[in-house]
Structure formats: C-alpha cells, structure tokens
C-alpha cells in the first residue's frame, strides 16, 4: 500500500469563520520568504550580523555624557529587533524545509546567531553604555532592567578574564545545542514490519506505511505512527522495536553532544558563581531557587506515588487476563494496555471517536472557539507564497473595528526533515514603531498530525485535538501582544509561566458546547460527538492522568537531575535509574531516551519542570472562567488584556493577580488530579 502524499495533507483547511471580512489579497512580497537559491541564506545571515556588529559598536562608542535612554538603550532594543525580524525566519527554514542544502544554510545561520548573541551580551563596552539608562516612564525601566539582568547574567560583574571564559563556554554551548536539534529534525529512522507483527493496527495507519522489497510495511517514527503502532499492535515485539527505535533517534550523536553540554554548563555556572546549572538557570524564573522546585516537585511524587501504582497494577492485571503467564509489566506494554482499557472499561476507542474529528471541522470549530472568546477574527489569505503545499497564511483583525493585529502560518503535515513534534514558532515579534504604530506580528504553528489514509480526510486523535488548542494558544500569546518591546512581547516571559496560557486552554476541548464546534463526523459534518461517548471519553481521561503526570514528573525530575551535579552525570543511566523508581518498572534495554529529548538542548534545560509549575497557574486561571460559557467574551477580553497583551511587562505573579483578581493557589490543579 502506498503512501498518500503528505504534500496535499492539509489542502482542505480552509476556514468558514471570517464573518463579514472581506477575503484579503494576497501581500505583493511574501511575509516569510522561503525560494531562496544557494548560498543566499548564508550571505543574507552573515550580513545582518555584520550590520547589526557596527550598530552596537556604535552605541557602545557614544561618549557617557551623550548617552541618553534614546540613544543608548532604545537603540540597541530596536537593534536587535530588527536582526531578530531579520534572520529568524531566515533560521526558521531549518526547521520546515524539505530542501537539504537550504535547511543546512538555516541551521548553521541559527549557529551563527547563537554564537553573535553570546558575543554581544558578554560585551563591556555595551553593557556600561546601557546601565543606568533607565528612562522616565515604568516601562522603560523595565526594559532597563531586563535588560540589564540579561548581561548580569551571562557574567559581566565578572572579571575580564573570568568573562572571557564564560564567553568561550557559552559559544561552544550554542554549537552543540544547533547541532543536536540539526540531527533530531534530520532523523528519518524507521521499522520494518511484518503484517503479522502489525495485527491490531487500523488499516488506516497501516495505509500510510511505505511497502520494502521484501514485503513487510515500513512505519516511521514519527508521532502519527509510532502511537499507531504503540496503541494498537497486539504482538509485544513490534511495539518493543518501534519503542526501541524511537529512543535511539539520533544516537550516538545526540548522546555525545548532551554529555558534553552538560560538562560545560557546570563549569559555566561555576564560573559565574552558581553551585550548579540549575541554579543559574532558575534564578531568574517564577520557581527563583532549585530548592523550591524540587520541594514542588517532591510533593507532587509523594501524591502521585500511590496512584501510580494503583494505574501500573491495573494494567498488569489486564494484561495477565490476555496472557496469564505475564509476571510483569513492560515498558512497550503501558501505552498499549492503556489504549485496550480504555476501550474495554470506558467503551472508548480512539479510532471511532476520530472519525468525529476531521481536521478542517476542527481547525474551523478552533478559529471560532478562540474568535469568541478574545474578539478577533481569522481570515484565510489566498494564494500566499509558502515554503510546502498545504501550508496556510491567515491574518488577525480585531472584531470591534476590523484592524490587522497580526498574521500567522499552520504548517500541518509531516514530511521528512521536518521538525518532528508540535510548537508555535514566533517568526515576527510585535513592538511599538517609532511613529506609534504597533509592528504586526507573524508567527507559525508547527505540527506533524494525522495525514490522509484510505480515501478517508485527515482525521484527528483527540490527543491531537489537544495538541492544537494548546500549540495555538502560544500563537494568540505571541500575536495579541501589545508589549512595547519585541525583548518583553509575547511569550517572552518566565520559562516556567510560559506554557500555562496554552496548558490552561487545553480544558476547552472536553466541553461540550466547544467540541459541538470542534467535531463533525467526516462523512456527515452536522452528527457532532455524542454527549454520551464524550462522558466516557472524560471518565477515560481521569484514568490516564495518573499515567500522564507521573511521565511528566519523571521527565522534570530527570532534567533537573542533570543538572544539579558536576556534569559528569551518564544521561541514559540517570533516566533509566528514575524510570524505575517513579514509573515502577523496568526501560526498554538499550534505549537512549535522552538523545531525542529536544528539551534539554531546546531552551528547557533545567526547565522542565515548567510545565507542571505552569499548569498550576493554567488551572487557577482556568477556574474563573464561567463553566457553561468558556467562550464568552467577558472573561475571554479579560485574559486577553491582562494576560495575553501584557508579555513580559510585569512579572507574570502580578499578571495572575491581576487576572484572578486574588493570590494565584493549586486548589484547582490538585481538584483536577483527584489528589489531595
């Protein structure tokens, strides 16, 4: 059977919720070039660079009694803004292109920046010429101020010598970190299987799998795939090479380079006077101290400890029902006997309830879901250049007064050499003009979902659906700012408060009146999801989130075990030693886990953890908006204007405040997970 092309995945998304607009024209130079030739990635990098190094050493050469906030401060923010808007979207091609050369031009123009933005803000000269420049106005000293901790913070109250140390470190670091996400988006690893080995998938799936000389089916690694075959191939052994596989994309590379990192991230920290990465990495976060993260995350072991095992021993007992010679549970087993359970005790089966979930109703259900709650419309743009077929541009207006706010991109489908999971990529970051105008921003959302198989549309997982609402709430976060500095806009806040906007809009696709808009059964679009299976489907979910929390406190506590020592820790043992004592059994042998773990090298190092520290925060905000009217305007405009609008302007403890109107709490968190 062969595989329908992943090309015209997404050519069907095409948006009934633009109200009265008017369908816009297409721009008269695209947004985000994407047909550059070869070499020309390479050339237009190393020029915004060389134009953006005689800037800052023009501002940093300003003489102390001419300096002013203008002059000085402003000026290197705009500075770097324009270099910004300049060449991310240049680096951003590394991510999505299928054409090699290119996508090799981007990730080494990525390097590239990594290495001048290292260069910069370990700059004494610049950084003298900013300090004290703190403008008049609140918002300008918070610029000042952020500004000035970001060269703080990379060692400028060091020593010359001791700067240049940390200077060196941290370029080697940035080479390493662009190497290792190079080698995770290049990854095409696959398994061979037999029709035998794949009894139990759906024929979908298995219609998507390319077919060997030799007869067996082909399944990439991919997400889409992988569950496929995790969920629902009866035969152990299958699962087992496909889990096996998945855990050794990228390796031995990607292993060589994370035990490398994690030496000269110590040795970075020690010279800037931290006691451990973790340290350095969280001070500046909403979490401040390792110490509070882990009497967080502690508590949250001890809580989810006893359910954990309660779930792990269900699932062995199921097991031993099928086979009753098993005596333990495996690691390719849980995913697989989670998926059976679900569909023996919740009546649950993924894959009738994504036939409801044709991927058009739901990004159509999703625009109108978000248009209500915040006041904007989305509008397709026909005809836009794009960088892969399927790829869609869309513009953002205000309903009170039609005004362009922003634009961004979806970029669906999976092909190869793609980034291989889901994320909002901001490619244009909102800031106020010189002439008072607001820049707009343009940002994209990046995912590889179900393609088209057997005739049928791209249908949807609801465990997709999630990933969309989630992915697009980090593109409202980017693209509804009205920060007045690209440095502060958007999703330009803590590492561990920037996921609870999206975690926190995740609850709307388990309301009915929401999956009303999201669902249509793709044979006849008016037969929504029935209330019933959807009941089951939430009686199902309650079931999973001891699985799913327990696998996020491991992947939380095993970064930060990483990090907390010398760097001398062995990555695949650390994660193995904690497989075993937080999830209770044993890992797959010779699994690699940590060498497609993007996060670590991604910008989450010691970081992790945000997303259980987040989801705190998502859940409290979660809790104030109105049970039977989650899309209403009222509370939508308020988290709109106090959240969203206000990026990194204030710390994000004051934007809660301000958004619940009271001191943020986990009351509703700990209500979600049935724990006390």
């Not at 816009?24 to 047909?35: E, G, H, K, M, V």
């Not at 690694?221 to 889990?243: P, W, Y």
């Not at 989305?378 to 541009?393: D, I, T």
Request: net charge neutral; with cysteine; charged share 25%.
């Amino acid at each position: 059977m062969k595989r329908i092309s992943i090309l015209i995945t997404f050519t069907t998304l095409i948006v009934a919720h633009a109200h009265a607009q008017k369908t816009p024209t297409p721009p008269s130079a695209p947004l985000i070039r994407s047909n550059y030739g070869t070499g020309e990635i390479t050339k237009l990098c190393d020029a915004e660079i060389a134009k953006n190094k005689a800037i800052l050493d023009q501002i940093a050469k300003i003489p102390k009694a001419e300096r002013t906030f203008e002059n000085t401060l402003l000026r290197f923010e705009i500075s770097q803004a324009d270099l910004s808007d300049s060449t991310t979207p240049l680096a951003f091609m590394g991510s999505v292109s299928t054409n090699k050369d290119m996508s090799k031009e981007a990730s080494a123009c990525k390097e590239k920046l990594g290495q001048f933005e290292v260069e910069s803000i370990t700059r004494r000269d610049l950084y003298n010429a900013l300090l004290g420049q703190t403008g008049h106005s609140a918002d300008e000293k918070r610029l000042h101020d952020k500004t000035i901790e970001g060269f703080e913070h990379n060692g400028l109250k060091l020593s010359d010598e001791k700067l240049a140390q940390v200077k060196a470190l941290l370029g080697e670091l940035t080479t390493r970190e662009t190497k290792f996400s190079t080698n995770l988006n290049q990854d095409n690893s696959t398994v061979a299987l037999t029709a035998e080995e794949l009894e139990g998938v759906p024929a979908d799936a298995l219609s998507r799998f390319t077919k060997a000389a030799d007869g067996k089916l082909v399944a990439t690694t991919k997400d889409t795939d992988l569950l496929a075959v995790m969920e629902n191939a009866k035969n152990a052994g299958a699962r087992k090479k496909m889990m096996h596989a998945y855990q050794n994309r990228a390796y031995p590379a990607n292993i060589k380079l994370l035990q490398e990192t994690l030496g000269l991230r110590a040795k970075v920290a020690h010279l800037l006077g931290y006691k451990t990465w973790a340290d350095y990495k969280i001070e500046l976060r909403m979490a401040k101290n390792q110490k509070s993260v882990f009497t967080f995350l502690d508590g949250l072991r001890a809580k989810l400890a006893k359910r954990n095992a309660s779930d792990m021993a269900q699932l062995l007992k199921f097991k031993k029902e099928t086979l009753p010679e098993a005596q333990v549970l495996n690691a390719w087993d849980t995913v697989y006997y989670q998926n059976q359970m679900k569909k023996r005790d919740y009546s649950v089966d993924d894959e009738k309830i994504r036939a409801y979930f044709p991927a058009d109703v739901v990004i159509g259900g999703l625009f109108s879901a978000y248009s209500q709650m915040l006041g904007v419309q989305y509008v397709e743009v026909p005809g836009a250049e794009v960088w892969a077929e399927g790829v869609k541009l869309y513009e953002i207006r205000d309903k009170s007064d039609g005004r362009l706010l922003a634009h961004f991109f979806t970029d669906l489908a999976p092909r190869p050499g793609k980034y291989g999971h889901a994320a909002a990529f901001p490619l244009i970051v909102g800031r106020r003009l010189a002439d008072g105008s607001y820049s707009q921003p343009i940002s994209c959302i990046v995912a590889n979902l179900t393609p088209p198989s057997n005739s049928k549309p791209s249908l949807l997982t609801h465990s997709e659906v999630r990933t969309l609402f989630h992915e697009f709430g980090h593109i409202m976060h980017q693209t509804l700012t009205q920060a007045p500095y690209a440095s502060l806009a958007g999703s330009s806040v803590a590492r561990d408060f920037v996921e609870a906007p999206s975690q926190m809009l995740e609850n709307w696709v388990w309301d009915s009146k929401t999956l009303s808009l999201l669902s249509g059964l793709y044979s006849d679009h008016s037969q929504k999801l029935p209330p019933d299976l959807l009941q089951k489907m939430i009686a199902a979910r309650d079931f999973n989130q001891g699985l799913f929390y327990t696998r996020q406190l491991l992947y939380g506590l095993y970064d930060l075990t990483l990090h907390i020592g010398n760097g001398e820790a062995d990555a695949t043992n650390t994660f193995n030693d904690l497989y075993r004592k937080i999830v209770g059994i044993e890992p797959i042998e010779g699994g690699h886990f940590a060498a497609s773990f993007g996060h670590l090298m991604g910008g989450y190092d010691a970081g992790y953890y945000g997303y259980l520290w987040s989801e705190v925060y998502a859940q409290d905000m979660f809790s104030k908006f109105p049970a039977d009217d989650l899309t209403g305007a009222k509370t939508g405009h308020r988290y709109r204007t106090a959240i969203l609008e206000r990026g990194n302007m204030r710390d994000p403890i004051v934007l809660l405040r301000d958004f619940l109107g009271r001191e943020p709490n986990n009351k509703a968190f700990f209500k979600k997970l049935h724990i006390q």
